[in-house]
């Protein structure tokens, strides 16, 4: 692949398979600056850069969100579908049974996943289809322009939606119960972390779900942020139109394993993170389950790899497929002999 | 006891009724009784005797009423006939309204211990010791409430001549050669049939006599036909949600396809069946597959097709091949779940939001059932778009002659698809929604294409022909009038109109789906009464010209449907207004199939209004 002749005087960084950075992007991104779904985007491309993976070989799905959306901005050597809202599960889960050589991506969002999307994102886990499935988690509809979803916290206050009351829904948490066989918390300002945890599930046989909290940059609750973060939304939104999309940073931070930060979100409000120590057993449930119910008790966020699975069989080993791509089967190979026909009638006839 | 026997007399007198009468089961669902009726039907048919079978069932799995009217007719009109000349009453909670609907003269056999009484003077009625004999029937006793119902199939075989080696072979027929399960039905069988030989007498007129008007035809029903027809078209994948009445097409394709469609050296599997969680993800993952290059399909019903619209629009938009059956039954809503109807044309014709137009495919008979089921994988990836196919309960769960199911007579269709030799012979130069061909009908590639040209972009928001997002005004408007054009391009490839003319008709019977039994049947009653009439059964949504060619030809199209507004009727007159005033809706809902008398009164009392 990508063998075309390059000046010699150019020295281009290729990875193991002769791909070079470049192959793995996509369109330039229209979300908001400083958005955390960006940085999602970017360790995606890096992670099949590093794995090095063929782009032609990994297939991308979403649903409908800014989340969603970000499938369009990474990968355009991959195909991509952006299906509808809250059934990228089906969409995916048809498509790969295409060509069970190929890798799935799919990009959602809190909405996406947990309000309209619950029933199927529960059905994907059981079923253990394939894919690697990126929650883009921001506690708000961006898309439609800040409305509380169901991951928000419960209290959290928004500019124009007043205070949230009611509890809100864990996704790692769902699929742990929903015997997701690979679980993961990040934080899209990890960059590293997020990066490493794509290229764990990228290698998972079978449905590894990535929660990943994404700061929502615009949406946030500025008017009751009593912490001011050192980018000036406050000020910046209360000069100009509504419509407005102020410029903000991404927050990135570095922390070390075993160790709790406390982060200040675009919002003013603040998630815990904690960083899961060395000795954490990922593959051990009861522990996960555990962790994740403390962690829900001193109101902070766990993030790494909190359970894997490596044993279940995916949905492909159990249809036991051909070896060739069922797209690739050929008409003698789909239509049935005439005399089969033949012997069936027969049984129908008088 | 005077009169008895003065009906008796009169009984004598009367001729015999040969091969022309319809037979209702009572009994309750659950009890087993579908095995009997099935054998009875089937023995009928293989003494060469043109027969049909249609349950009239609850929506319920135990416990209430179901009627299994079987109609016996020489001539080959075997549509519904609402009168039951022979009854079998085996449920005690309709038997005073079975006895009351039976005809006079009409044969009444009823199981013994129903304790009511016979208060018709002018019906032959036949006890059975139902329980009596079971007692007597050397199986364990857990067994023999399954195997009550073969009594009625014995006395049936003795009194009006049904074949007893015709029902062992049905009985192989549905137990699929198991010898154990035909042995002990069997048994029972002949044991009633040797009880009513000795223990009645008759005295009702009806008699079936063999015929040769069945050798060569098959009888099934057409969500098998339906299954079998995928199932040699090539289906690679399934998704489906259980609902009456679309649920066992589903089954038979599970129930074929390890037969059929295993890869004969390694017995690896060459499709995919998924029971999904509902019919939004049935839908999806069919739209998945489709798109990943599978022949990939659902089975559905009205419920069902409501959650499916937005993704079948986004599949018309997005131009993803996908087949989805609407086996209808009666709504709105859940209405009568286990009940037939035509209600479902409209909406699929406009099937989603903004701009949609869907291909229908409308087949008539068992045979169409299976040779739509082919054609509708070649048409949705020739043209790159949904293709719902209309059937109904009625056809759907109903037993149905036809002719043997004919192999397909062309190699598959697998549409303007590109692969990695395909885009190297092109140089990678392509676009997803590029009209090259100028047919509206651009070119694809699917997942698993490893050139590094051939992957896009898919979406249902606005895209320009490079499948990139755009929101130009004059990327939209061009998009939209090029799937208007591929609209255009497909018409010819749907199946056309059948056609049934006699000399001088000055009146057409137009029709589409299941009613074609009772329009014929009705045509040669008014035939008889002098109305002579043309028949034309619509195949396919969009119409062709040739629809409206034929519809102008005639002064009056009876636009005959199972549904409450006409719904052919307002599609007709929507694409034809110029024929507005040459149609006339009978349009006619109750949960059962036509009849040809319905019809025929209809039609009578327009005709003579015109004179
Ligand atoms: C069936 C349907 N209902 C509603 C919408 C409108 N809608 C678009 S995006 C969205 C919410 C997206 O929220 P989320 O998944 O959290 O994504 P984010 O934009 O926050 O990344 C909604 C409700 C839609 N597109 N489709
Ligand atoms: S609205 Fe929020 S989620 Fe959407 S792009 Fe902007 S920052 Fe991201
Ligand atoms: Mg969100």
Redo the contacts with the bound molecule.
């Keep these: 692949m990508s063998e075309q002749a390059l000046p010699t005087d150019v020295r281009v960084v290729v990875n193991s398979i002769g791909l070079t950075k470049a192959d793995y992007r996509g369109n330039p991104s229209t979300l908001c600056q400083g958005c955390g779904h960006n940085s999602i985007s970017s360790q995606i491309i890096a992670a099949c850069y590093e794995l090095n993976l063929y782009p032609e070989e990994i297939v991308k799905f979403s649903g409908i969100?800014?989340?969603s959306k970000s499938l369009f901005y990474f990968l355009n050597r991959s195909f991509g579908f952006n299906g509808l809202h809250g059934r990228m599960p089906s969409l995916a889960t048809g498509a790969l049974f295409a060509d069970h050589t190929l890798r799935g991506i799919g990009v959602s969002?809190?909405?996406?996943t947990a309000s309209i999307g619950m029933g199927q994102f529960k059905h994907l886990l059981r079923r253990n289809m394939r894919l690697v499935y990126i929650v883009?988690?921001?506690?708000?509809?961006?898309?439609t322009k800040g409305q509380f979803?169901a991951?928000a916290d419960q209290g959290l206050e928004l500019k124009s939606h007043g205070i949230n009351p009611y509890m809100p829904i864990d996704i790692a948490w769902e699929a742990l119960v929903g015997h997701a066989t690979f679980v993961a918390r990040s934080f899209a300002g990890d960059p590293k972390q997020v990066k490493e945890l794509i290229k764990a599930a990228l290698n998972h046989n079978g449905v590894a779900v990535l929660d990943i909290i994404?700061p929502?940059v615009t949406f946030n609750n500025v008017d009751h942020a009593t912490h001011s973060y050192a980018w000036g939304k406050n000020h910046e939104t209360a000069l100009h139109e509504l419509s407005y999309v102020p410029r903000a940073e991404e927050i990135l931070l570095e922390y070390d394993e075993g160790e709790t930060r406390e982060v200040e979100l675009h919002d003013g409000s603040v998630i815990l993170l904690r960083k899961l120590g060395r000795d954490y057993d990922p593959t051990n449930r009861e522990a996960a389950i555990k962790v994740l119910e403390e962690a829900n008790s001193c109101h902070c966020l766990i993030t790494g790899l909190i359970y894997i699975d490596p044993n279940q069989p995916s949905m492909w080993d159990i249809f036991q497929l051909t070896d060739t791509p069922l797209n690739r089967l050929k008409e003698n190979q789909l239509r049935p002999p005439q005399e089969t026909l033949a012997e069936l009638n027969r049984v129908f006839q008088a | 006891m005077e009169i008895k026997l003065q009906i008796d007399e009169q009984l004598k007198t009367e001729s015999k009724i040969i091969n022309d009468f319809s037979i209702t089961v009572a009994t309750v669902n659950g009890s087993g009784s579908q095995t009997s009726n099935a054998a009875i039907l089937r023995a009928i048919f293989k003494m060469g005797i043109p027969v049909s079978g249609k349950n009239i069932f609850p929506s319920n799995i135990q416990g209430l009423p179901t009627w299994y009217t079987i109609r016996v007719n020489k001539d080959g009109f075997v549509a519904r006939k609402r009168e039951a000349d022979i009854l079998v009453a085996m449920n005690p909670a309709t038997f005073v309204k079975d006895l009351e609907s039976l005809i006079p003269g009409g044969a009444f056999f009823y199981a013994d211990d129903i304790r009511l009484a016979i208060t018709r003077d002018d019906i032959v009625a036949y006890p059975m010791p139902v329980k009596h004999l079971i007692r007597q029937v050397d199986i364990p006793a857990y067994l023999r409430d399954y195997v009550a119902n073969m009594v009625y199939v014995g006395v049936l075989a003795q009194m009006i001549g049904i074949d007893l080696e015709k029902i062992r072979q049905a009985l192989e027929f549905h137990f699929k050669g198991k010898a154990k399960p035909v042995e002990i039905n069997f048994g029972v069988v002949s044991l009633a049939a040797e009880w009513a030989k000795e223990n009645l007498e008759k005295k009702d007129p009806y008699l079936l006599q063999p015929m040769n008007a069945t050798s060569g035809l098959i009888l099934t029903d057409g969500n098998t036909a339906a299954a079998l027809g995928a199932i040699y078209g090539g289906v690679q994948f399934v998704s489906w949600y259980p609902i009456t009445p679309a649920t066992s097409l589903a089954e038979n394709l599970q129930q074929y396809l390890p037969k059929l469609r295993k890869d004969p050296e390694t017995g690896k599997n060459t499709y995919v069946v998924v029971q999904a969680e509902d019919e939004l993800a049935a839908i999806g993952m069919a739209i998945g597959a489709g798109w990943g290059g599978l022949r990939a399909m659902s089975s559905t019903s009205g419920p069902g097709l409501s959650l499916m619209t937005e993704y079948l629009g986004l599949g018309y938009f997005a131009e993803v091949p996908v087949v989805v059956w609407d086996i209808q039954r009666v709504g709105p809503s859940t209405g009568l779940p286990t009940r037939t109807a035509q209600g479902d044309l409209t909406f699929v014709a406009f099937m989603g939001h903004g701009d949609t137009q869907n291909i229908i495919l409308m087949p008539g008979s068992v045979n169409e059932c299976f040779e739509f089921a082919w054609k509708a994988f070649d048409l949705a990836e020739q043209f790159q778009t949904p293709v719902i196919v209309l059937s109904d309960l009625d056809f759907g769960m109903n037993q149905w002659m036809g002719r043997p199911f004919e192999y397909p007579d062309v190699p598959m269709n697998r549409g303007k698809v590109l692969w990695e030799e395909d885009l190297e012979k092109l140089d990678g130069k392509w676009a997803r929604y590029l009209d090259i061909d100028g047919d509206g009908i651009p070119y694809r590639t699917v997942i698993g294409n490893r050139h590094p040209k051939a992957a896009y972009f898919t979406r249902g928001t606005g895209h320009d022909e490079y499948a990139n997002y755009s929101e130009d005004p004059e990327d939209w408007h061009a998009l939209l009038n090029r799937l208007k054009k591929k609209f255009e391009t497909f018409k010819p490839y749907l199946p056309q109109p059948v056609q049934e003319k006699t000399e001088g008709a000055k009146i057409n019977l137009v029709s589409f789906g299941s009613t074609e039994p009772a329009i014929q049947e009705a045509r040669a009653h008014l035939k008889k009464q002098g109305i002579t009439t043309d028949f034309t059964r619509l195949r396919s949504y969009p119409f062709t010209d040739k629809v409206k060619e034929i519809c102008s030809h005639y002064e009056r199209n009876y636009v005959i449907e199972i549904n409450r507004d006409g719904q052919l009727h307002q599609l007709l007159r929507m694409h034809f207004p110029e024929l507005a005033s040459k149609m006339i809706s009978y349009a006619y809902t109750d949960g059962l199939p036509l009849t040809a008398k319905q019809l025929v009164d209809f039609i009578v009392s327009k005709e003579k209004q015109d004179e």
């Design positions: 969100g800014c989340s969002g809190d909405g996406d883009e988690n921001n506690g708000v509809y961006g898309l979803s991951t994404s929502c």
